[in-house]
């Protein structure tokens, strides 16, 4: 067969599947793998850390590099351009109603009552959940809307602190200039999520967080005097959101967490939690492993040794920012591309 031909049917094989489906989706068929059978619904809509890049390139690489098929849906526009300032909008949110694993990238969301049904209905399921970032604060519902128990600042701290273990407290570093260095937890260096993971860095500032007791602990965020790889630990005092003053590396604040919530219909929700997860985060291979081996064990599968978390394509990250995302892109524009 000509080089040529061998190149295009290549290519073939990893193309999103758009054809009769729903525009406003990437979706990615999955394939020879662990994963094969099993289908992630991966969930983009921040306005200032990029999700719209982060999750069609995590989809690929668990489509491409582990068999899982992966479904990503956006907040748009009445344009069908993504918009991550259309806090209620989500699209194809029928892919919920298969999914065995939710990757989520939000933050103060309001969808409307089909979209939330349908989120409602995956989670208590039991199906395992992987916050990122502002997920800690993913939904915002107004006045007695009936998902009012999902809004962040409620009196039990919406799904965030409920189900993920927090909801938003603060800019524990300062946002903008100084990053994270991920410390693993040494008590729980040998939980299956961090299998293969050897270091773990990113742009972001670290978030103040409490998880309850019943969650395990596996990195703390030491934060960085800049966001230079080499930069030294920062050193300051700072109160926290409970008036305790404290260095604000000692102790170090939680970074990645998991848990498993026991629902009130008697199903457990396996949930990893991260207040990392930019996109230019995830840049980071550490970062990567861990995403990619929660989902392992979010499913109740094995983790693998070493997994493959190399992005297919080009992967180059737009800095997180408001109001910073790349203009007049569609969800089809997003599919990652070898």
């Not at 290519?11 to 990615?28: H, Q, S």
């Not at 390139?57 to 992966?70: E, Q, Y």
């Not at 107004?142 to 993920?164: A, H, I, P």
């Not at 693993?184 to 860095?201: F, H, S």
């Amino acid at each position: 067969m000509h080089r040529r031909t061998l190149l295009l049917s290549a290519a073939l094989a990893f193309a999103p599947v758009l054809r009769g489906a729903d525009p406003g989706v990437v979706e990615l068929p999955g394939g020879e793998g662990p994963g094969k059978g099993k289908h992630i619904v991966l969930l983009a809509g921040d306005e200032e850390y990029r999700s719209e890049e982060a999750l069609p390139m995590l989809a690929g690489v668990l489509s491409k590099r582990h068999g899982f098929k992966c479904t990503v849906l956006f907040s748009v526009n009445k344009e069908g351009i993504i918009d991550p300032n259309s806090g209620g909008s989500l699209t194809g949110s029928a892919a919920l109603d298969t999914a065995d694993a939710i990757i989520m990238s939000l933050r103060f969301r309001h969808w409307d009552d089909e979209a939330m049904k349908r989120f409602d209905a995956a989670f208590k399921r039991g199906i395992p959940v992987i916050g990122l970032r502002t997920s800690t604060h993913a939904f915002n519902f107004e006045g007695n809307s009936q998902w009012k128990e999902y809004t962040w600042n409620n009196k039990e701290g919406g799904f965030g602190k409920k189900v993920l273990g927090e909801t938003w407290v603060s800019h524990w570093g300062n946002h903008g200039p100084e990053g994270t260095r991920g410390i693993i937890e040494t008590a729980n260096k040998d939980n299956p999520v961090l299998r293969g993971v050897k270091d773990v860095m990113g742009d972001t500032d670290v978030y103040e967080a409490a998880p309850p007791a019943d969650a395990t602990i596996l990195v703390r965020g030491e934060v960085m005097s800049s966001q230079a790889p080499d930069s030294p630990p920062a050193s300051r005092n700072k109160k926290t959101s409970g008036g305790k003053e404290q260095d604000v590396n000692k102790p170090m604040m939680p970074v990645v967490w998991t848990r498993e919530y026991k629902q009130e219909n008697g199903k457990t929700t396996r949930a990893l939690c991260t207040t990392m997860g930019a996109a230019s985060d995830l840049k980071n291979e550490g970062l990567r492993r861990i995403i990619v081996n929660g989902v392992f064990w979010g499913l109740n599968m094995e983790v693998p040794a070493a997994a493959d978390v190399t992005p297919v394509g080009e992967y180059k990250p737009t800095k997180f920012g408001f109001n910073q995302g790349k203009k007049g892109v569609k969800p089809a524009d997003t599919a990652p591309k070898e």
